[in-house]
């Protein structure tokens, strides 16, 4: 039985369902892998909670119950108000260790570059880390302890067909095409049944679908970072600011309130019904698209063909197609669902075994 | 650098393109992996060649267009006539040796497990060790040192989907369905257009799509293997006789000539215009699936609705669609050509690669 020693940032819905996975694992793990995955720390935006010896299944399902309660780790019993997370690594740190990132922010950089330093994994479905400047992207992927799976596609291994089918088969990539945004495939097929993207926009926020500000998913920087990642992992040297990158409103809509926003939008109605109708009218249909090839990746809304694979994707799925030297006919397709807590956590999951094994 | 040694069984038109495809892939290998495959040995259905440091990549060459000429290695100046398997993995065998099978017999099961009991590790595209009694499933599986992606969809990545993502995410499958040939996908496509049954075998059988009887390929038996691997890398102890197979012919027609066969075709073109007409008017549609479910498997023409993923599909590419726990709303989809030498040695390849690394 090999122990593998988890340090998580995040407790957010992803962080606690990962928690949950793990925890529900454990059995299964056991005589499967011959893996026991303890906790060792965990933190969040404001606290933390270190265990070298592993937290017990009830103090994590107490913690969990607290951060579902809205009670942040430095106001509980086992936590305490955290410093740098690096500190968290230099403390809870410790022979094979996987530090796990399922926070937001760009911030983890540092602890998740002293982790690997030190030897430790690492399992991200934050992307922020791998789409900011391609030093860090190179200087955290060099390893080869390091692992993304979740950070495209959620649990749709997007990364492991790239990275452990494709290019391993030496095969060459010709194109990728990507609809990568569950919320802005809600809107196309929306769209394409010939409702009004105003309508589709307050549907989707209302039901979560997006953001509080649906600008930060409607503005499309959450695809170009998907693509700037699968672009990186095929060894491409691309910066994000090299992406051109089509939002999905003007940008004199991108200032004032969200309340403002949500006024404005019924005027960019016409716009996307005209848009629809010309795609419709020529046997096209309109799909959020990123597109890989060449070297170079661009995002936006594209004209795609109704019976392409992008073309028959109907709501939040989302979908790649791998145009290859072997796929060259037809694409390789892998298609899911892309976001949501669940599939997020199984695909950091699955990252953390293929790092422990 | 780390050097890999190749013992090959097989070299009719995949095991061909696999030594090509590793002989391209040398210097990308070189860099990426720090990983160098050498070839020590090559066997065909009559005869042997062993290099202990290896072929280098003239002979190898050399020994390809001798291959392609039809020539078999016992002929050539570097072969002889070989005698068991199990000697060539004893002769040629050493440390970070590799077997790969690509024939389509089960006489290389002892050859197999001698090279795992000697810790080697071996690489399948041949179904047929792992179709066979569930106790050689186990014994060859059980070191993890057997990898067979390429037995199950070509080279989409069906078995790493499962083994890799599915698996150590802590998900549950709840049902697994699969075409799972080409041309079984392009006679239900041609169905679908309303084309004859007959027709459409002749037609398959002339673009070389079928076997040289074309009942090897209707009757089903080679997708019940491909269900049978799929079940048992789930962990279901089952036995081939065990699936359900629906062949395409009824049995007074399994006897006779291949010509016998090909003149009573015709016969079944309304059997077959009644059963699609009957799905079309349901919404649905005829393709021919593998369906693994609650630790049983079936294999069959089924309808299925045409919006699925499954109806969705057209002519020979393979899909698979895993409803899981974490894909409950619509399955997590695989599609891409899951047959062709390329596709199958690319499968092969990646599979030499994760054993390598």
Redesign the interface.
């Known amino acids: 039985m090999k122990t593998i020693h988890l340090i998580q940032f995040g407790l957010g819905g992803v962080g606690r369902a990962l928690v949950q ?1 793990v925890l ?2 454990r059995d ?2 056991e005589w ?2 011959g893996l026991r995955l303890a906790y060792v720390a965990l933190c969040d935006s404001r606290g933390a909670a270190i265990a070298p010896d592993g937290f017990s299944h009830a103090q994590l399902q107490a913690m969990m119950a607290a951060k579902e309660a809205g009670v942040s780790l430095d106001a509980t019993e086992w936590g305490y108000k955290r410093g740098e997370l690096e500190d968290i690594v230099d403390i809870a740190g410790r022979e094979d260790a996987i530090v796990i990132d399922v926070t937001a922010t760009e911030e983890t950089v540092p602890a998740l570059q002293l982790a690997l330093d030190r030897g430790y994994g690492a399992a991200l479905a934050n992307k922020k880390p791998l789409a900011g400047p391609m030093e860090i992207f190179r200087g955290l992927t060099s390893t080869g302890r390091l692992r993304y ?1 979740a950070t495209v596609g959620a ?3 997007v990364i ?2 790239l990275n ?2 494709i ?5 060459s990539v010709a194109r990728i095409e990507g609809c990568f945004s569950g919320t802005l495939g809600f809107l196309t097929t929306g769209l394409e049944e010939g409702k009004a993207f105003s309508g589709l926009v307050t549907e989707a926020r209302a039901l979560g679908y997006t953001e509080p500000d649906p600008r930060d998913d409607l503005g499309g920087m959450d695809v170009a970072r998907k693509a700037l990642i699968l672009a990186r992992t095929m060894g491409w040297p691309l910066e994000l600011d090299q992406i051109p990158v089509e939002p999905l409103f003007p940008p004199e809509m991108a200032e004032g309130s969200v309340a403002d926003f949500m006024a404005a939008l019924p005027r960019l109605d016409d716009v996307y019904r005209k848009k629809v109708d010309a795609a419709l009218a020529a046997g096209k249909t309109l799909r959020y698209v990123a597109t890989l090839a060449g070297g170079e990746a661009s995002v936006g809304l594209r004209e795609v063909a109704r ?1 392409s ?1 992008l073309g ?1 994707l ?2 939040s ?1 989302n979908l790649v197609a791998f145009h290859t ?3 060259d ?9 892309g976001a949501g807590v ?2 997020t ?3 950091v ?2 990252d953390i ?2 790092l422990a094994r």
Chains 1, 2 share one sequence.
């Open positions: 996975r529900a694992a299964d793990f499967r892998y799976e649990g749709v291994p492991a067909t452990e089918a290019i391993p088969s030496h095969d019976e694979a028959q109907r709501g799925d030297a072997v796929y006919a037809t694409p390789l397709v892998l298609q899911g669902r669940h599939g956590a199984a695909g999951l699955a075994v293929a």
